[in-house]
């Protein structure tokens, strides 16, 4: 158990820049506390001691502001930054190294008892502020959710998914080389499907540009009159690129 709290302190530390010792994260963050707190409640649970196992978890959430139910799986390294609002539920399973921030709900979408309702976290996922995850299904290994997204179909190992409802906009072929961490979710490369949408067409325009060059160079040389194209008409992708970014 006291390994687990010194692993758990050591991941914060390692995640949140903010955090500058390990007793500042002992006593002042409250997903450690609520972590830490679940342990224990679901020790109770599993031991069939159900009722103290809820009030474990009910004193926790008062506590903290986080409410994960005693029966959800917890694996190691768990790091829950910020944290107000976070809602896990009963069969839910993260897995070792997951990040989850504030407002985050991993929920059911079935009132049948006694079976797997809620979603289960593959090794190194990371749930973005405010994003919602529904229902019965894999989050793969190393996948980002973004804020606020509303996800209700299994995202694939290092994808990233973003909107409501969430759609993919980044597959890595490799789940390992997408498991650098990124706060928030949030990956540097340029995600967003508009911007990249946007992107395409430039470049597609700016390829167009070129190939008429080519043409009316072509026409000149055979001894057909016709005129330049003015240079003031000319695309300048890389100026509209940089308006898009």
């Not at 502020?129 to 019965?136: E, Q, R, T, Y």
């Not at 490369?189 to 911007?195: A, F, Q, R």
Request: proline share 4%; aromatic share 6%; hydrophobic share 40%.
């Amino acid at each position: 158990m006291f390994s687990n709290l010194r692993e758990d302190i050591k991941s914060i530390i390692e995640r949140d820049p903010a955090a500058r010792n390990g007793w500042e994260v002992f006593t002042c963050y409250p997903g450690f506390q609520a972590i830490m707190m679940h342990r224990w409640a679901h020790a109770c649970w599993v031991s069939g001691l159900k009722w103290i196992g809820r009030f474990i978890s009910y004193l926790a959430r008062i506590i903290t502001g986080i409410e994960i139910h005693p029966g959800a799986t917890i694996g190691r390294r768990v790091f829950i930054d910020h944290g107000f609002g976070v809602v896990i539920g009963e069969t839910a399973n993260v897995g070792d190294d997951c990040t989850i921030y504030q407002g985050v709900t991993l929920g059911g979408t079935s009132l049948n008892s006694g079976t797997k309702r809620h979603p289960t976290l593959e090794r190194g996922v990371i749930i973005g502020a405010g994003a919602k995850v529904l229902g019965s299904f894999t989050v793969g290994e190393y996948a980002k959710v973004g804020s606020n997204a509303v996800v209700i179909k299994p995202v694939p190992a290092g994808a990233t998914a973003v909107g409501n409802p969430a759609h993919i906009v980044q597959k890595d072929v490799d789940a390992r080389s997408a498991n650098l961490f990124s706060a928030y979710g949030v990956t540097p490369n340029g995600d967003d499907p508009l911007s990249k949408a946007l992107h395409g067409l430039i470049n597609h325009a700016a390829r167009q540009d070129e190939q008429i060059e080519r043409l009316t160079a072509l026409m000149k040389s055979s001894g057909i009159a016709c005129s330049s194209m003015p240079e003031c008409d000319k695309l300048n992708s890389v100026e509209l690129n940089k308006l898009v970014e």
